[in-house]
């Protein structure tokens, strides 16, 4: 109980600091386009992740923790291009892309775990 009290202030956590990210961008049509995109995934996990919580049956908790390692894929990807093109620095982004990678490290073994759990 403690572990998954822990990952709902995690993702709660990283959401807050991708909206800040978020806010820091310059106004550019190329930035905001794709800072809305990391904006929207970034701060989808936690809210995915509330769901898995809530789950019904073992099949929907491993769907909906699917569904955060989706999003959380996806905002490497925006966090990359973002770093990538020169909007932002790489290194400004170092420390939410490696919370990226961690959250992605830990959502993939919650998933196999459940898996291996439903057979």
Known sequence: MQNGKNLKDRTKSFALRVIRMYSALPKSTASQVMGKQVL??????????????????????????GDCLKELDETSYWLELIGES?????????????????LIAIFTTIIKNAEANLK
């Open 40 to 65: 929207r995934s970034g701060t989808s996990v936690g809210a995915n992740y509330r769901e898995a919580d809530r789950a019904r049956s073992k099949a929907e908790f491993i769907a909906k923790m």
């Open 86 to 102: 020169g909007t932002v620095p790489v290194q400004k982004l170092a420390e939410l892309h490696q919370e990226t990678q961690e």
